[in-house]
Structure formats: structure tokens, C-alpha cells
């Protein structure tokens, strides 16, 4: 039951917060570490727990909403001529989010046809006006989820795996120029650059303050920015461009800030979106089921260059994720309910033959 798992998730959460106030590196950036962590689960497991259900005229109502903003955002952030020069926005890459966010909803709150899908694919296309390397392959998995895979993923055949490979290889394509400047070429790099090192600190931090971290708000998070946070002098990140007090670059990506919670911390993490995983393999509409994968598959990207899942920009893809968890629960009240309607029109069937019978 999702009550009894955010009661286990809240417990945890305080003691990594007693932990980070009384053994952390950096205890002033605690409670706003504290508020970002608890928000994305919060989000995730109330929309769960309260199961918000919509009638046809709610769904339109969003759904014309969720457009006109959509459009409203690509007008009133221009791409300006440094932008369109450089691609480097700050804006920007909300659009991308706003985008696959719309068109996933498009595509689960309307009937399934190819018309729809179609749609849903040009509202997700508007984030190419302005496009990052990680939307990119969003809109690779995209097409892939909605037009290509016909059942659930069984991610222990050979093939699951083949199409999952294959799928993984089609990102890194049309990725790859940043991902290598990234991931790849700047870890052997001699100048230093503020995300790799990043990285490269987070998993010496994971293993120097074994088991349960540096503390909340110490490391690559809100609280470690504005509450400069020791480590980075410790580990010479001070040195290092965007990582210096004030730097932009602190709270850049949202992996790198689990060391902060320790291999404890990771393995916790893990165990949550393995639950959820497992969670999707047992929905039974193939819509919710790819629109709760398609959710998954974009946070997991995002956070390799983005810290949204701790931001209102990943909030859309978590509400998305708890609404496709109750999809079974309300298919069955559904039938429940088609059930209920059929035995009436029975019943007011045969009163009606019983009267004819007796005049």
C-alpha cells in the first residue's frame, strides 16, 4: 500500500535529516536539502494515494490548458540571436520538459488512434525549436514507446534486451557531441570541468564517508550552493570553474547528490524505482503502461545533466508516474461500476416484462 510505503520513506528521510544536522559536513543547507528531497515522493505518493480520477470534460479542460501553455511559453521566451547562435538558453530547456509532458498527457487522455498519437508526437516536436541533448533522445524514446513497442517490456528475454540496446545506441546518436564532451573526452581531460568533476567527487564521497554519506545539503544540491558547503574545498572543487561559492554549477545534475546520502542513501534509491518498475510491469492498459515508462525513461535522463527531479520542472513526470500506478484500481471500478449499470437496465427489463405479463 502506498500510505505504508511513504511512512517508511518519511522515516528514512528523517534520519538521513538528524544525520546531516548532527554528522553532516554542512548542517545550515540541511532543511533546504530537506524540503527538495521530500517533495518529488511527496508528489509521487499522494497523487497515489489520493487516485484524482477526471470526466471527459475535466480531461479537455486540461488538456486545452496544458496547450495554450505550451504556446504561450514558446512566445513569450523568443529564442534570441546569442541563443539561436550558441543553443544556450536558460529558458529553453523547461520547453522541453512542458512539450513531452503535454504530449504524454495528449496521448493518455484521449482515445487511442493514430490520429491522437500523431498529435501527441507535434506537441512533443515544438521542444525541438529549441532543442537540448538529453530531449533529444527523450523524443527518440518517445517515438520508440509509442509507435514500436506493442507489449510490455519483459526485461529478462533476449529480445527485450536487443530492442532495449538498440533503443539506448539511437540516443547516444543523436546525443553524442555532448554526451562525449561530458562524459567521455573531459574525465581525461587536464582542464577541469565543473559536471565531471562532479561526478568524479560524488564517488569518492560514497566511499570516504561510507556508509551514510556527507550529510543532506552538503554536496551538488540547493543547500550545498547556498550555504557554500565544505566539501568542495576539501575535495578542490573550489578550484574548479561554476564550483567556486556562488557557482552556477553546484546544484547541475541530480545524480551526484545521492553521495551525499551514502551507499545507504543509493541503495534506497534503487530499491524505490525498482518497486516502481516492478509496479509498471503490472498495469494492464497499454496506454498508462507506456506513458509510466515513457515518465521513467525521461527522469532518469534528465538527471544526468538536470537536478528537475528535485525542482518543479520534474513534477509533471511524477504526477504522471502515480496516476498510471492507479490505472489497474480504476479499470476494475470501472467494470465494477458497467456491471452495476447492466443489472439495473436487467432488472427495469424484466419489471417492465412482468408488467405486460400481468395487464
Not at 516502481?276 to 538527471?303: N, P, T
Request: charged fraction near 20%.
Amino acid at each position: 500500500m502506498p500510505w505504508n510505503e511513504y511512512y517508511v520513506f518519511l522515516v528514512i528521510l528523517m534520519f538521513f535529516t538528524v544525520y546531516g544536522l548532527t554528522i553532516g559536513r554542512n548542517p545550515d543547507g540541511v532543511w533546504l536539502d530537506f524540503i527538495q528531497e521530500i517533495r518529488p515522493y511527496s508528489v509521487i505518493y499522494c497523487t497515489w494515494i489520493l487516485n484524482p480520477q477526471f470526466t471527459d470534460k475535466q480531461k479537455r479542460l486540461m488538456l486545452s490548458a496544458m496547450v495554450v501553455t505550451l504556446f504561450s511559453w514558446i512566445v513569450l521566451h523568443p529564442v534570441g540571436e546569442y541563443e539561436a547562435e550558441s543553443g544556450v538558453s536558460a529558458e529553453f530547456p523547461v520547453l522541453g520538459q512542458l512539450a513531452i509532458c503535454t504530449g504524454m498527457s495528449w496521448y493518455l487522455f484521449t482515445e487511442e488512434s493514430q490520429k491522437n498519437k500523431f498529435i501527441a508526437l507535434a506537441l512533443v516536436c515544438t521542444g525541438l525549436i529549441a532543442p537540448k541533448f538529453k530531449f533529444m533522445g527523450e523524443v527518440v524514446a518517445f517515438v520508440a514507446m509509442l509507435f514500436f513497442i506493442k507489449k510490455q517490456l519483459d526485461f529478462k528475454s533476449f529480445k527485450t534486451i536487443l530492442i532495449i540496446s538498440l533503443l539506448m545506441a539511437a540516443v547516444l546518436y543523436v546525443t553524442w557531441e555532448r554526451f562525449d564532451a561530458y562524459y567521455v573526452s573531459s574525465w581525461n581531460n587536464d582542464v577541469k570541468l565543473a559536471r565531471p568533476e562532479t561526478y568524479k567527487t560524488a564517488w569518492a564521497i560514497l566511499w570516504d564517508y561510507f556508509p551514510f554519506g556527507s550529510g543532506m545539503g552538503s554536496f551538488a544540491c540547493n543547500g550545498a550552493w547556498k550555504f557554500y558547503s565544505p566539501i568542495y574545498p576539501e575535495y578542490g572543487l573550489d578550484e574548479v570553474w561554476g564550483l567556486d561559492a556562488g557557482g552556477g554549477f553546484i546544484c547541475d545534475a541530480y545524480y551526484p547528490t545521492l553521495a551525499q546520502f551514502g551507499v545507504v542513501g543509493v541503495v534506497f534509491f534503487f530499491i524505490f524505482w525498482k518497486r516502481r518498475l516492478v509496479a509498471f510491469s503490472r498495469i494492464k492498459d497499454m496506454r498508462y503502461y507506456k506513458v509510466a515508462m515513457m515518465s521513467f525513461f525521461c527522469l532518469a535522463m534528465e538527471q544526468t545533466a538536470d537536478s528537475s527531479f528535485l525542482s518543479g520542472k520534474g513534477m509533471g513526470f511524477c504526477m504522471l508516474i502515480a496516476l498510471c500506478l492507479n490505472a489497474n484500481d480504476n479499470m476494475e471500478e470501472e467494470e465494477d461500476d458497467d456491471e452495476e449499470e447492466f443489472e439495473e437496465e436487467c432488472l427495469e427489463e424484466d419489471d417492465t416484462l412482468c408488467c405486460k405479463s400481468i395487464s
